[in-house]
């Protein structure tokens, strides 16, 4: 006889940044023990994702769970495991859900396991795109890795530590590919970025931006191929990655492959269930998806950006924080008859590596506007952008802000100043952000 289904008033599925943030805010808000399950496939209680790809790869004094844990991204307090048995927070981990019936409120584990929920919380995050999706010549081959969780992670470290001082390959421009480049030159390795596009994570960096980092990447000793990809990969007699065959004809020996190609929503469990947009899952200024008392939240997320008046997806884990914080706080003002305000996000993301680190605010969208000093090989470099649309600063990027040029960037990106001379505002560079 199948075993009875486990009931729990608040389910969150998936255990990483969202879940964490969630778990914290039913935390600030009261729940009773017993009332809220995570269920997660990974082993671990939800940890600060981004420390995976920076302190996890460092030679020495490496960041290691549990010094990770959500909150500390954010200058929180880490939720350790015995934090969620305190609260009688059920951890259900090492549990893949693979079927989820929002008709009768059901998830179902790969084991057989059944769980019921009253409210259901999604917050299953990204996979990444794997060279065997397209059938890559030779992709299947050791070595060839890739980063999402700790268990990616720990491969890494092992193939770090197996091909000590070897050759590193690094497919894709983004900035996965440039932090896993920065960590693996720190590590000694030998590395080579492979990339199609003309520079550097194109979706965020003008040519200007581009500049600067590919230069100070190249002045670190990593070498850059641009415009083609990687089309196939030779093994030895082990199957151990030796060689990247790119589209053009040159072959790069290997003996570590990352690639980073970018991630997809992990959404499948709900196709036909709920209204999807942008990829994700469509939700309100709530995270309520289509189907009542499901919410959305992180990564999967589609949700209205009230201040670009559009539904949007972002990947980025300041928002996969704030969506959670967002959505439980909604569920818990519902349950007592009130309301919270509308989610009013303004994106920010961030990337550091090496002794560089950048802040982007605001929407990348109009005329970019370069200022400061891009030179890369700058001793203190400090530059940036602002992107202009209809007269207005709508978004704002920097490299090498100190805490209060941080915020002054974010504060113009939120109230959009106008701009009638493009000229004086590049030649006031950051003084424009700190009269705003
Ligand atoms: P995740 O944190 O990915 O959590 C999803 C969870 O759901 C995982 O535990 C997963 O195992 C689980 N899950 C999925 N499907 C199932 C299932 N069927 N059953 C059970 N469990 C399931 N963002 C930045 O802004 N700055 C950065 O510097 C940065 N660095 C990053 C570095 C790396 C290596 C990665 C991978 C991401 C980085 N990000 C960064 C992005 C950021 O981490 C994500 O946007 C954030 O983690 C999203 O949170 P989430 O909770 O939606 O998803």
């Known amino acids: 006889m199948a075993a009875e289904a486990k009931h729990f008033k608040y389910v969150i599925l998936g255990g990483g940044v969202a879940a964490g943030y969630a778990a914290r805010e039913f935390g600030n808000q009261g729940v009773k023990p017993g009332e809220l399950a995570i269920i997660s496939k990974e082993p671990v209680a939800p940890y600060e994702r981004p420390a995976l790809s920076k302190g996890y790869l460092f030679p020495q004094n490496a960041a290691r769970l549990p010094g990770f844990h959500t909150c500390v991204g954010s200058g929180g307090d880490r939720l350790l495991p015995e934090w969620y048995a305190d ?49 890559v010549q030779g992709a299947e081959s050791n070595n060839i890795l890739y980063l ?19 050759k590193a390959v690094v497919v894709g421009g983004g900035y996965i590919g440039l ?84 991630g997809r929503p992990l959404t499948g469990l709900f196709k036909g269930q709920v209204d999807e947009e942008k990829g994700g899952l469509k939700t309100d200024a709530f995270f309520e998806t289509s189907v009542a008392g499901v919410y959305a939240i992180g990564d999967v997320a589609a949700f209205p950006m009230k201040l670009y008046n559009e539904q949007r997806r972002v990947e980025h884990v300041d928002h996969a924080r704030k ?8 569920i818990k003002a519902k349950e007592s008859g009130e309301s919270v305000p509308e989610y009013d996000y303004l994106p920010y993301f961030y990337s550091r590596s090496f002794d560089v ?3 982007f605010y605001g929407d990348n969208v109009g005329d970019d506007v370069l200022f400061g000093d891009n030179d890369p090989a700058s001793a203190k470099p400090k530059f940036g952008s602002y992107w202009v649309k209809d007269g207005k600063v709508v978004g704002v990027f920097l490299e090498g802000g100190s805490a209060e040029e941080n915020q002054a ?28």
């Open 409 to 436: 960037i974010a504060r113009v990106a939120r109230a959009q100043p106008p701009v009638a001379d493009v000229e004086a505002l590049k030649k006031a560079g950051l003084e424009f952000a700190a009269k705003v």
């Open 179 to 262: 932090e896993l480049s920065a960590a693996l030159k720190i590590n000694n390795f030998d590395v080579t970025m492979v990339y199609p596009e003309p520079w550097c994570m194109p979706r965020l960096f003008t040519a200007g931006i581009a500049h600067f980092y590919e230069g100070y990447y190249a002045n670190k000793g990593i070498k850059i191929v641009k415009g083609t990809v990687a089309s196939g990969f030779d093994a030895d007699a082990n199957g151990d990655v030796t060689a990247v065959k790119l589209k053009d004809g040159r072959v790069l020996e290997a003996d570590i492959v990352i690639v980073g190609v970018g």
């Open 87 to 135: 609260k009688g927070i059920q951890l259900i981990l090492s549990t893949e859900i693979v079927k989820a019936d929002l008709a009768s409120k059901t998830l179902t584990s790969a084991a057989g396991a059944t769980f019921t929920y009253d409210t259901l919380l999604i917050a299953t995050g990204s996979s990444v795109i794997k060279l065997t999706d397209f059938g």
């Open 357 to 359: 680190a950048w802040q």
């Open 323 to 330: 969506s959670a914080e967002q959505a439980v706080r909604a």
């Open 148 to 166: 999402r969780d700790i268990a990616d992670a720990d491969k890494l470290v092992a193939a770090m530590q197996a091909k000590k001082d070897g």
